[in-house]
């Protein structure tokens, strides 16, 4: 590669350029992230085992008590992180999923369900945000 830096490295050079701290104080950099307008996962968990529920915390709260093994799990990924509102409401009407968990400060959606139920939330969601609202969009994967 040669010469070329790491954002860090440069961004370590540009402040040591122009920053002269006090004595005793260190340089402290926050690193914002500027989201875009994209869905980076959407996944179908088939069949899915007690363990991955129980790891997700999907057996709790509001589900306690209930056995989900076997059920379809759908995982999305959205920025801006407050999209996963609508995406939850276009899941809840275009197919009988519940939401196992959403997350409008990170941005994450996990859908449960029949299988037929969450793989047709989940191209739902791809689809209408690709369409509608100009989202750049993985494929669905499956596995």
């Not at 969450?118 to 969601?125: F, G, L, T």
Request: hydrophobic share 40%; aromatic share 6%.
């Amino acid at each position: 590669m040669g010469d070329r830096m790491t954002k860090e490295e440069l961004l370590d050079k540009i402040f040591s350029e122009h920053y002269r701290p006090k004595a005793g104080e260190s340089l402290r950099m926050v690193r914002v992230r500027v989201p875009g307008r994209e869905i980076s996962l959407a996944h179908i968990i088939g069949v899915s085992q007690t363990s991955v529920y129980q790891n997700l915390g999907l057996h709790i709260g509001v589900h306690e008590g209930e056995d989900h093994t076997g059920d379809t799990i759908g995982l999305l990924c959205f920025t801006p992180w407050e999209s996963v509102v609508a995406a939850a409401d276009i899941a809840v009407k275009s197919g009988a999923v519940d939401i196992g968990f959403m997350d409008r400060f990170c941005g994450t959606l996990i859908l449960t369900g029949a299988h037929a139920e969450v793989r047709s939330a989940v191209e739902a969601i791809v689809e209408y945000f690709r369409k509608e609202l100009g989202f750049t969009v993985c494929s669905v994967s499956e596995k």
